[in-house]
């Protein structure tokens, strides 16, 4: 029953860990950027919502509403003020100055917040549960999932269900041709972060309402949300799900045999995955 | 006297240090079908780049109803009414056959063109309409190719070698439709390495050679001996 | 003009200016015991590690286009051996160093073998994975002090010399000798055969494959001497700090972050660039870190500006004003009567 218990609890982490993945996953498939500075965008988003909460009140899962649009805004400001100048063949000026941005975000967040790890105060939905078939199942984890799989699905579905997602498609294929049908690559690619930034928002509360957090994590959740991608397949959302479940699961397995090896053990899976199927799972972009 | 719907004044192309394009000057009317021809090399696929936006110009060099166009980019260009069938298809593999030719509707032109319209020029294309556009034959992605290009509505569109690598019987469909496709106002450039189908359906020609226009004449006027002179470069 | 006229050569004026200058600036740093003062020794100490970090770095980015955010893997991974071949194996402190550097290679190939696996990016944090699987490895070995570290017992310590300024002084010379023996190596490296193949792979990796140069074996090659060097480099900055613990020992901002500002900023791709970044850095550090968390801030925004309004870096402004190569690499055509044009 404890493992049985330890294998759902990594399930429902691993919603979390796909949230983290969908956005890279998505500025990936169009663009073929990799944001180093992500992690610390989903942590940017918590303290985000940490700010709303305490300056009105509101519940983070409510503080939703403002840090989504927010997010959205600086996700478009940044792609075309900044990231659409280093797009290009040379794979180092995107990579260099998302590893800037990054330490820039980590350094403004201790300026401004310090050091100090914060939480976000969610209520009773912290310790709410529901017992299962014997198990005890947190309310907070398993809505996580489900906005998870909402939030790929509603991706999933402006990909090849919208004219918005036929031009992430089409821009994502041959960027000059799709500029000849009238789309501004720029706008685009904005677009795309803006949607990226946004599901990185939803990302941070949940991770905010969950644990505490501080301005140095952004890394680590980083290669969490990089570990899903991969494991699930390049381009592909709904692996990136997998990819976020075998991650969880292996991590609260591994927790279970010793606690020093939570982290460890993801890392492990990662690695092993990476060695018998370096494609991922479910691949679509080569 | 109709305007000029194009003009080029002294065109000049670059890829690096290399230039592809010295000076052209070139007019396009309104209604008119031009052919452009040239060899291998010669920098026809580069003028239609330029023309389309895809390459950077210098100023004042391209004028498009009498707007200089020189500095726009190409969707800011697309949406003025200038679509292109560009070299070797170039189909979105990710995209439908639907979604190909609904993607061309993007710039938001009104006009004859719609999804039923391009199906009735080629029905094949509805049968095909939810496959994957890199699943047919090569003739079919060529009707897509143009059927995404007339989705735009088009004031003037550019055939960019629509025949090439195509099955002689498949371009003889093709060409046999095209007075059809530009009938109603359109223009048209279309560049071709087939010399005769290209005077066939146009009322003008340039000959490009080396970047440079060697020969300039109406269709039906221009001699064999002209042409394979401004062709080849043989004196 | 007949073809003796043309006379073909690597070196250059400036380039015999900068060799006598550079013996001139050696034999003074070497002298440093006699006439700087212990802290100036330290911080000099600790310039010439980051110079030899950086060149690393900047032969692996700049080019064999492999770009790590995860070299504090084998800056920790050495110090971490130090601490263990002379604890535990009682080597002495230097033939340690020289160990960690066998182990550092040792261990960069399999891991070569499954990060290799992961293009571009992808493979940059893949290099990070591997930092942070190393660093909660080392935090589970309680003998070299778990998740708090431990220190270098002093009889260790003393065992490099007894007197604490000699020991100052070598391990000064043993930073100073890491720097040029780094430099010198990536030097006589890109001249090589291979380092051209690596130059060509870099310019265009599908012409290099058509001449088949074997891409992966030649960046699999870099990358173990790389993780060996970066290994031993971390035996020397551990064995200065005389105390190790997982998080500084895989420190991303100490080992990789302030690395790679140091290479963006002095000019990725080319030797002279981590020299002039270092220096950089250095005095930006020495003026500003007071500022903390702004200092930064900073850093980061110098280095995106750089990489987008100059992305060779200040040597790359300095050599296309002045045409300078003090490190020749490429041969130069001389023709008479015109000045050197590379
Ligand atoms: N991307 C590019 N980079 C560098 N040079 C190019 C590029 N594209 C074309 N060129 C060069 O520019 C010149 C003109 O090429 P262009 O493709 O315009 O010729 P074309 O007339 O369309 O030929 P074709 O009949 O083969 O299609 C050629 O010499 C070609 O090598
Ligand atoms: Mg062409």
């Known amino acids: 029953m404890d493992w049985l218990n330890a294998i759902v609890q990594g399930t429902l982490l691993g919603g979390l860990y796909a949230l983290f993945a969908a956005g890279l996953s998505l500025i990936f498939g169009v663009m073929r950027l990799v944001n180093i500075a992500h992690g610390d965008m989903i942590i940017l988003a918590a303290y985000l919502g940490l700010t709303v909460t305490t300056a009105t009140g509101l519940h983070p899962l409510l503080a939703l509403v403002l840090v989504v649009p927010t997010m959205g805004v600086i996700g478009y400001v940044l792609q075309r003020g900044l990231l659409n100048q280093t797009l290009g063949d040379d794979l180092l000026p995107p990579l260099l100055v998302t590893f800037g941005l990054s ?43 489900a906005v998870a799989v909402a939030v790929i699905w509603g991706l999933q579905w402006t990909f090849y269900h919208t004219a918005l997602g036929r031009a992430f498609r089409a821009v994502s294929d041959n960027q000059d041709i799709a500029q000849l049908m009238g789309l501004n690559r720029r706008h685009i ?85 990476l060695a018998i199927r370096p494609n991922g799972l479910f691949p679509r972009i080569s | ?34 052919a452009i021809i040239g060899s291998n090399g010669a920098g026809k696929t580069t003028l239609m780049r330029s023309i389309t936006g895809l390459l950077s110009n210098g100023p004042a060099q391209i004028k498009y109803r009498g707007v200089d166009i020189s ?16 070299e070797g298809r170039q189909l979105f593999p990710s995209l439908s056959v639907r979604e190909n030719l609904m993607i061309g509707a993007q710039v938001g032109r009104k006009g004859p063109w719609d999804l039923d319209a391009v199906y009735k020029l080629f029905p094949i294309l509805e049968e095909r309409k939810d496959q994957q556009s890199t699943s047919l034959s090569g003739g079919q992605q060529q009707m897509v190719a143009i059927g995404r290009a007339l989705m735009a509505n088009p004031d003037l569109i550019l055939f ?24 109603e106002g359109m223009s048209a450039i279309i560049v071709e390495q087939d010399i005769s189908k290209a005077l066939s359906v146009s009322s003008r020609v340039y000959c490009l050679q080396e970047g440079r226009v060697s020969l300039e004449g109406a269709s039906d006027t221009v001699s064999r001996e002209d042409i394979s002179r401004a062709y080849f470069g043989i004196e | 003009m007949t073809l003796q006229d043309y006379n073909v050569t690597r070196s250059s004026n400036a380039a015999r200016v900068a060799a006598i200058l550079g013996a001139l600036i050696l034999i003074t740093l070497v002298a440093a015991p006699w006439w700087a003062g212990r802290a100036d020794m330290r911080l000099m100490g600790e310039l010439f590690l980051y110079l030899a970090l950086a060149s690393l770095w900047n032969l692996m980015a700049g080019y064999a286009g492999l770009v790590s955010v995860g070299q504090q893997a084998f800056v920790g991974f050495g110090g971490y051996m130090l601490f263990a071949l002379t604890m535990f194996a009682g080597l002495h402190p230097i033939a340690a160093i020289a ?81 040029v023996i780094v430099i010198s190596a990536v030097y006589l490296f890109l001249r090589s055969r291979k380092g051209l193949a690596l130059t060509a792979i870099r310019d265009n990796e599908l012409a290099a494959g058509s001449l088949g140069i074997d891409i992966w074996r030649t960046k699999f090659i870099v990358y173990v001497v790389t993780s060996a060097l970066t290994a031993m480099i971390g035996a020397l900055i551990f064995l200065q700090k005389l105390r190790i613990s997982p998080d500084a020992a895989f420190s991303v901002n100490d080992w990789t972050a302030f690395v790679i500002f140091i290479v963006v900023i002095g000019g990725i791709g080319t ?54 190569q003090l490190f020749p690499l490429g041969y130069r055509v001389i023709t008479p009567g015109k000045t050197d044009k590379s």
């Open chain 2, 1 to 34: 006297m109709p305007e000029p719907i194009l003009q080029l004044h002294g065109l000049d192309a670059h890829y690096g240090d290399f230039q592809a394009l010295y000076g052209v000057d070139m007019k396009v009317m309104e209604g008119e079908v031009l």
């Open chain 1, 103 to 145: 330490v820039i975000i980590q350094n403004g967040l201790l300026e401004v917040y310090s050091a100090d790890p914060q939480k976000m105060d969610a209520g009773a939905l912290e310790t709410a549960s529901v017992a299962v078939g014997g198990l005890n199942l947190g309310v907070l984890p398993v809505l996580t999932f």
């Open chain 2, 71 to 86: 500095a726009q980019r190409a969707d800011e260009i697309a949406v003025q009414g200038l679509a292109m069938v560009p």
């Open chain 1, 189 to 273: 690619f904005g677009v795309a972060m803006a949607l990226a930034l946004g599901v990185t928002a939803i990302a941070g509360i949940l991770l905010g309402i969950r644990t505490s957090f501080d301005p140095s994590i952004g890394g680590g959740r980083l290669i969490f949300g990089f570990e899903a991608v991969i494991i699930g397949g390049l381009g592909n959302l709904w692996g990136t799900l997998v990819g976020g479940v075998i991650l969880g699961v292996a991590q609260t397995v591994g927790a279970k045999i010793d606690p020093g090896w939570q982290i460890l053990s993801g890392h492990l899976a990662f690695l092993l995955i």
């Open chain 2, 160 to 183: 960019d070698e629509i025949s090439l690598g195509l099955a002689p019987i498949i371009i003889k469909d093709i060409y046999e439709a095209l007075p059809g496709i530009i009938g």
């Open chain 3, 271 to 324: 030797i002279e660039g981590p020299i002039i970044g270092t220096l950089v850095f250095f005095a930006l550090r020495e003026t500003l870190a007071d500022l903390g968390t702004i200092y930064l801030i900073v850093l980061g925004v110098v280095a995106i500006v750089m990489m987008l309004k100059a992305p060779k870096g200040i040597w790359g402004l300095i050599r296309s004003r002045f045409d300078l």
């Open chain 3, 99 to 179: 160990g960690a550097g066998v182990l550092g290679a040792l261990i960069s190939v399999p891991v070569a073998v499954l990060i290799f696996r992961l293009r571009g990016a992808y493979f940059a944090i893949g290099t990070w994975v591997i930092a942070e699987v190393f660093r909660l490895g080392f935090a589970q070995i309680s003998s070299l002090g778990g998740g708090s570290g431990s220190s270098l017992p002093v009889a260790i310590v003393k065992s490099l010399a007894s007197k604490r300024a000699m020991r100052e002084s070598i391990s000064y010379w043993l930073a100073l000798g890491a720097a």
